[in-house]
């Protein structure tokens, strides 16, 4: 399981500097079923990478990256 803080200090390629980031979930499209993250799964290894928008506090501008594979990704207030 992954636990992230609400706000993560980050590199941000805007302010080209380390800002404080809120940590927001970003919500599910429909799956591709030629992606590789897909075929994972259809293998019966169902663990997901739970992509995470940063939005920087400074410039309000959002990064987006995955978190490490787990079956549980929480936002701790
Ligand atoms: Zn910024």
Known sequence: ?????????RYCPT???HRP???ERVKKRK???LAAGQRRF???KP???????????????????PVKRSKVFEIKE
């Open 15 to 17: 302010c080209k500097k």
């Open 1 to 9: 399981m992954v636990k992230s803080p609400r706000v993560v200090k």
């Open 31 to 33: 799956a591709s079923e």
């Open 42 to 44: 259809r293998r019966g």
């Open 21 to 23: 980031h809120e940590v």
């Open 47 to 65: 663990t997901k990478r739970q992509p995470v928008r940063y939005r920087c506090q400074t410039c309000k501008k959002a990064h987006q990256a």
